[in-house]
């Protein structure tokens, strides 16, 4: 069964720092993964897609890198910004379906 | 990206009653749709894909008889949840891609189901 863990639960830093945040996953056997912003009470707003061939995707200040072998996968956030808080997941796709992470609740004081 | 859209956003009902919730692929079809549940501070989990023109699949420990789907167009999905109670408190999400399987998914704003 795969599963997917996110780590840290949630993260604070302050405006204009690079970060990274951290996905792994259990089942390398997978077709894509997606990073989603969920934003409280909100639904999902896709972020990247990095299909299982590809070694990372490009958005922005955004960039989201897949090493399948070690069960990995990162998003760069470059200059964050205040509007940049909100709730991160990953998701592994397999079979048409997704398994979701929990999440990282990122917050960037001004 | 692609629209998904769903309704409605927020829905309060009596224990016992049934509610239906609304998902739509507003600029694509779907012959495919997701239907996902989140409970506070926790990961999305799939309920069920909905099939258009025939029978959803229920994940593992999902009640086919208390969440009732049906994708009876290629652009909408409903999900109505038979003779609600608290515990089917929760934030239900839709989603949909267009295109083939291992495309990029959308998510729909999600509904907020509380039971009194």
């Known amino acids: 069964k795969q599963e997917v863990t996110q780590i840290p639960a949630a993260l604070s830093v302050p405006e204009g720092e690079n970060l990274v945040l951290n996905c792994s996953f259990t089942?390398?056997?997978?077709?894509?993964l997606q990073w989603f912003r969920q934003d409280p009470g909100k639904g999902l707003t896709s972020l990247l897609l990095?299909?299982?061939?590809?070694r990372e995707q490009t958005s922005g200040r955004l960039n989201a890198s897949l090493d399948k072998s070690s069960g990995r996968s990162t998003l760069y956030i470059a200059a964050s910004q205040p509007g940049d808080s909100a709730t991160y997941l990953c998701?592994?796709?397999?079979?048409?379906?997704?398994?979701f992470g929990k999440g990282i609740t990122l917050s960037v004081r001004p | 990206g692609a629209v998904v859209s769903q309704h409605p956003s927020w829905v309060i009902c009596k224990s016992g009653t049934s509610v239906k919730i609304e998902c739509r692929s507003l600029?694509?079809?779907?012959?495919?749709m997701f239907w996902y549940r989140q409970f506070p501070k926790q990961s999305l989990m799939l309920m069920a894909t909905?099939?258009?023109?025939?029978?959803?699949?229920?994940e593992q420990g999902v009640e086919k008889d208390k969440f009732l789907i049906n994708h009876a167009s290629l652009t909408l999905s409903t999900l109505t949840v038979t003779s609600a109670h608290p515990e089917d408190s929760s934030f239900y999400i839709c989603?949909?891609?267009?295109?083939?399987?291992?495309?990029?998914?959308?998510f729909g704003e999600g509904s907020r189901l509380t039971v009194l």
């Open positions: 990095i299909q299982s061939s590809q």
């Open positions: 909905s099939n258009e023109g025939s029978k959803a699949t229920y």
């Open positions: 600029d694509f079809q779907a012959t495919t």
């Open positions: 989603s949909a891609r267009p295109g083939s399987h291992t495309g990029e998914l959308f």
């Open positions: 998701a592994v796709g397999r079979n048409s379906k997704l398994t």
């Open positions: 089942d390398s056997a997978i077709y894509n």
